[in-house]
């Protein structure tokens, strides 16, 4: 493998992790990373690649129109694959613009700066954007999954802003002919999840003894993947996948949120040499997320058949590994749950 792949996003959770891989594993490949360093992005995620030569980070931000043609001029990239994104469906409901200008305004100006670099000679050249199962809305408890046709539906700013970045991606081949690949993915959880969203947060609670917020009575279906699994899916597309489709990555694991808090309860009694059933009084029922979607499931069938990816880790081994990965990683979560990650950057990167 040989050329110049602009990531975007990757200091945040899963970019990190489609960063690491590529460049490990290609080491013909030039990556580079782009990343604002929003709360989100953190650049300890990646200290262990930061200086290997075929890796580079640029600070910037896919909003900004005069930059971003500017680094496509600079590097002349072959391919995107487009991670960069406001992620947290309760901050998407207390600031929606911020998602409007990152997830809608930033894609597109990706778009566009991709189309005009690559001069409509799209020969080679590819452009990945990675969405979320969240634009197909909601399921009933009644078995149904979502596929590649289910219709869009989205109920939150998120996942608005995400259904609406999809359209743009599918307008620009439909229009541009720009060689697009998109992929919806359900929920991820591993190594370095920042910890606002349910796992670290709960981990990071039944750690330091402090309430774990449940939404709601807790009724609620996520379906988890292992961040590492959607990262090979990313590969797996990236190089396999077909112009123009889109394809669902899933876990086929489906948990109710209170179970799966239950569940994290007693593997950190057992870890942390408390009695069992300790952390669980932690469990704390609070109001429930407005427009707070019943449940995701995700029908990865297409992707398995056609592209031979599949989950290669069975939930509760995943659990287990991501507790341990917080467990013996104090400093990583202390300097994000202080702010003080963000001082690591000023000494970290390059500016462009
Ligand atoms: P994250 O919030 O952990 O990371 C987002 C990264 O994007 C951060 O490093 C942040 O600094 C950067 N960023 C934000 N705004 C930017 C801007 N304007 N310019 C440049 N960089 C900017 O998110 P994540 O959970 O790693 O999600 C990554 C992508 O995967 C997103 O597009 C998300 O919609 C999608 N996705 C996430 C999940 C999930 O479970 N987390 C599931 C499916 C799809
Ligand atoms: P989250 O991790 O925010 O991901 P998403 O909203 O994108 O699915 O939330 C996962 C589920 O957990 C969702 O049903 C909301 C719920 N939740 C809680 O019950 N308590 C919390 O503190 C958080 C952050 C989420």
């Known amino acids: 493998m040989k050329g110049t792949i602009l990531i975007t996003g990757g200091a945040g959770f899963i970019g990190s992790h489609v960063v690491r891989l590529f460049v490990t594993k290609y080491s013909g490949y030039r990556i580079v990373n782009l990343d604002a360093l929003t709360y989100a992005g953190n650049l300890e995620n990646l200290k262990d690649i930061a200086d290997l ?7 910037g931000d896919i909003t900004d129109e005069k930059f971003i043609p500017e680094l496509f001029n600079q590097y002349k990239f072959d391919g995107v694959i487009h991670l960069a994104a406001e992620s947290h469906v309760d901050r998407s409901i207390t600031d929606p613009l911020a998602f409007i200008r990152t ?8 778009l ?5 670099a690559w001069k409509d000679n799209f020969e080679g050249k590819r452009f990945y954007h990675v969405s979320t199962d969240e634009v197909y809305g909601a399921l009933e408890f009644d078995g ?3 596929t590649e046709n289910t219709k869009y539906d989205p109920h939150s700013p998120y996942s608005a802003s995400k259904a609406s970045s999809d359209h743009f991606v599918r307008a620009y081949l439909d229009t541009y002919g720009l060689p ?3 992929s919806n993915c359900s929920n991820n959880y ?5 910890p606002e969203k349910l796992i670290p947060l709960a981990i990071n609670n039944i750690k330091n003894k402090k309430p774990i917020p449940v939404y709601g009575k807790g009724e609620n279906v996520r379906d988890w993947l292992w961040v590492n699994d959607h990262a090979r899916a990313i590969d797996t597309i990236f190089h396999n996948g077909k112009t123009g489709q889109t394809y669902n990555i899933g876990g086929n694991n489906e948990w109710k949120n209170i179970d799966l808090i239950y569940k994290l309860c007693e593997i950190m009694d057992r870890k942390l040499g408390r009695a069992q059933g300790e952390s669980a009084q932690l469990i704390t029922f609070v109001k429930d997320r407005a427009g707070h979607d019943l ?3 995700i029908d990865s069938s297409k992707l398995q058949s056609e592209l031979g990816w599949k989950p290669s880790l069975q939930f509760e081994e995943g659990l287990e590994k991501t507790v341990d990965w917080y467990l013996s990683n104090q400093e990583w979560l202390d300097n994000v749950t202080s702010g003080q990650y963000q001082k690591y950057y000023e000494v970290q990167y390059t500016e462009r």
């Open 190 to 194: 591993g190594a370095n999840h920042f």
């Open 103 to 110: 997830n809608v305004f930033g894609t597109c100006n990706l």
């Open 53 to 59: 030569p075929n890796y580079i980070f640029v600070k």
């Open 180 to 182: 697009v690949v998109i």
């Open 144 to 146: 149904t999954y979502f």
């Open 112 to 116: 566009n700066a991709a189309k005009n």
């Open 295 to 297: 449940r995701y499931a």
